[in-house]
DNA sequence: TTCGACCATCAACCTATGTTAGTCCCCGAC
DNA sequence: GTCGGGGACTAACATAGGTTGATGGTCGAA
């Protein structure tokens, strides 16, 4: 299978046939975008929906003095804005971190999935599974410590993408900088870099190269608490 | 008008008059619940999906060394857990501020109310405010100073609370304790304390005795940058 | 009316993280 | 092959906010 929005949404519960051939309509023409673009910007509205089949892109939000928070990453598979034609505009900007191959989807196509049964289900599982993720998130931004916050975002990358099958072995590629992260954990980029030494020192975790390679999986997850049951990947096969 | 669901989801858009007659049958029979209790447990499921009519509560997370965030406020009119069907298990708790009124509702209710296109919408609709509003508390946590962050999430109960009829003047009843506002802020008591008496010194609002009132409404917002898009109250009158 | 609990407040001190201002390395463009 | 730029990394210093522990209101219950 290589249709990366039926991978994601069987994640919730398989599919009946009519059902997965309508993804795999959807699912084309794909448009590149390159790296470093946004897709839509805060205040915008859209007629189409987006959806990412391949790349890394972050939904983040502005303060007027410049100050960035990521506020979700999007995976093959995620919508960018599923909710343009009910809500009026953008609440947040969305943009590519590495080059991506996007879908636009009409308004008419969106209704016609969410009339089967089937997968207007799997659609809500996702909305659940993102705000899940949005929980989680305010927890680590909000409560843990540093390094333990770094360590937290590294185990979520780990257990999705290995979801959608983007790890192997121990390793995974993950075109982020340290600013990104910064900005995702509400951390100074200098403390991220500090700290990303340390996990290394300890033996958690190695970045370089925009390539991630975990060591430790089990101590890295136990280090700060990583419990994935907010990602409702019930389906998922244990981690090795 | 005293159905605080109709109120709440006539915020998007009104509702045909069968719909209203719906939402008048399920806001019954009304339970009593008393201040600082849990509703529903982290790892819990349910077969039933708990309204709240009346008072305060909220969604939190606990960290295993004890720390808490709190993910959002549930005021009247808002699902504790309208997902329990789709979802396994609660990945968050939810718990009481002060004595509540809720209702239990079926989950046949709820497929009845979700089979009405109107209602399906202001559904959807309030699912992404409450993502929105979670967007905002991340960019809140993670990018704001203390003061900021704190007269932040002042501002945002001005608005929702005036929205759903609760503010008298300029002033209004908010029943969180200090350590409340910590843990929603992600800063200590201490910190919270220190900022709720500059903001006073400031002449921008004043708590006491659990009732908030903000002299100066323009100052407050232009002080922190709110800006309400992100709650999507289209309807809303202006701010007075 | 008094008691006890809970909550707000205060002061002194501490430290995790931020800031500034670099250097260095690597890679891709020409 | 060299140049230029982006990104990683470092060091020295600054501070916002955390921690601890004590004091003092306020209010409801008996």
């Given amino acids: 299978m290589d249709n990366v929005l039926t991978r994601k949404l069987e994640h919730f519960a398989p599919l009946p046939a009519a059902d997965r051939q309508l993804l795999d309509e959807i699912v084309l023409p794909v448009r590149d975008v390159p790296a470093r673009t946004d897709l839509i910007r805060e205040g915008q509205s859209s007629d189409n929906v987006r959806l990412i089949i391949q790349g890394l892109a972050y939904r983040y939000k502005n303060l007027a003095n410049g100050r960035r ?20 505009a953008m609440d947040h900007s969305i943009a590519t971190v590495s080059a991506c191959k996007v879908v636009d989807i009409s308004r008419h196509r969106i209704a016609e999935m969410i009339g089967r049964p089937a997968l207007a289900r799997a659609l809500w599982w996702a909305t659940l599974v993102d705000e899940g993720t949005m929980r989680e998130w305010l927890l680590n931004v909000g409560q843990r410590p540093a390094l333990e916050r770094i360590a937290h975002l590294f185990c979520e990358f780990y257990v999705k993408l290995r979801a959608a099958g983007m790890v192997t072995g121990t ?44 060591n430790d999986t089990d101590g890295l997850m136990h280090f700060c608490g990583f419990n994935p049951n907010y990602l409702h990947l019930d389906n998922l096969e244990p981690v090795a």
Avoid: W
């Fill in 171 to 214: 390793s995974f590629a993950l075109p982020l900088i340290q600013e990104d992260i910064a900005d995702t954990t509400g951390l100074s980029m200098v403390h991220v870099n500090r700290c990303l030494q340390q996990l290394r020192e300890a033996g958690l975790l190695k970045v370089r190269h925009r390539l991630v390679e975990i």
């Fill in 69 to 88: 928070q990521v506020v979700a990453y999007l995976l093959p598979g995620d919508f960018c804005d599923l909710h343009v034609h009910i809500l009026k």
